[in-house]
């Protein structure tokens, strides 16, 4: 969390500085196709998140000493262009980028059936084109949506929200103020249909209570953000029906 | 739900009364199965199947496959299927009488074979052949290549789109099971095949589509070299 400040995050009427109430996520658009190499790819408009995300595979795993007998492994590359953020970021892999990278990998092996591609590798190449709070989840999101629409077998979609304690009052979906003068930031991400927990941290204090009343907003805000995920996977398909007009 | 069939999500419920899952699906609790692909559902007399709108062809044993040379190595040509995975023609499973490290005298890096996957074992290591009817170097004509879920549209129940097709332009096809298509025949008529093919892999999940190849084919009539009429 930043430092604390004395910086206003309700108005008088109990909104967020975007005029959210405390249970709103921000709008999310996802798009599928976006890139003709790939074998899959998507974007992703999350508030002020843009992320653009690419997979590759499954494809022969190299190095070949990374080769696993038993099934595949799903190497995801979280990277955030130099000019995400308002400040510089100096490029390339740092810790915080490496660590996001292998809790997104981890995330999506839950989700994809890796025992079905012995000896390969799936990469997934995460780009933050730019960051305004939540582009772990933002992109393990729009991942699960260009694993998809790349035809690779998995189990279940993976969606994921973020909510957060801002000024003593749990809250959904936080923005760049909020995660940097809030108090919390708790990121989930859940496969939606057994509701499987894949991803899951924490930078902050909750209490028992609190921590509850976030999860269980975080629950209910996948279902539409499943629901988006799904629509735009459709999307593509249905234009093509009404192309004839039949 | 009238021209396009039902579109399925991963870990979407597969049940339809009577009908039993086959392909593309995995078991997700007590005799329930959920769909691994994102895909449409097809349904067939005794089973349903989800078929997926896009993905890497995964071999199976006896399939017939266009390949491209990539390597060469002292008694193997390494072939890539536009699989995962490439795959290895054995000199004594090809078609002349090849003594090691000739290999080169007989295809190089770069030329396409048709081929029959030979067998596959269970960390999908593969071996091709060309010892059989029909199996060979392609030279000359055109490739084409789209998604492997994608082929048993192209081909038709029976061949029957694919047979539309050549008679229509008067064109030789080979489809392999991978997506790679050879197509040979004068240009102009080859361009109105590659035009339906196209068009087959658009619309690969719809209902009708025979019927409406069939059309484009009529309204491109025109453009073919060699009709009798």
Redesign the interface.
Known sequence: MGTASDKKLFDENGLRLDGRSPGDLRPIRIETDVLNRA??SAFIEWGGNKIQVAVY????AYPRHMQD?NQAFVRARYNMAAFSVDERKRPGPDRRSMEISKVISEALQA?I?VEL????QIDVFIEVLQADAGTRIAGLTASAVAL??????????VVGCTAGKVDGKVVLDLSKEEDNFGQADLPIAI????GKVVLMQMDGDLSVDEFNEATSMIFKATERINQIQ?DA??KN??N??QD?G? | MSNVKQIVMPGDPVEVPNLKPRNGVYKCGDNAYCSQFFGILQESEQFVDVVPFTGKYVPRRNDKVIGKVIEIGPSMWIVDISSTYTTLLHMNDAPWRVTSGELKRYMNVGDYVYAKILSINEIKESWITMKDVGLKKLEGGTLVSLPAPKVPRIIGKGGSMVNMIKDATHTRIMVGQNGVIWLDGAPENVIVAIGAIRKVEEEAHTVGLTDRVKKYLEDKKGEIVGNSE
């Open positions: 074998d899959g595979g499954p494809r022969e007998i989700a059936m591609f012995p000896r390969a998809a629409a790349a035809g690779v077998p998995m189990r279940d979609l496969m939606p249909k057994s799904r996977l459709k398909y249905a093509t029906a004839w039949e």
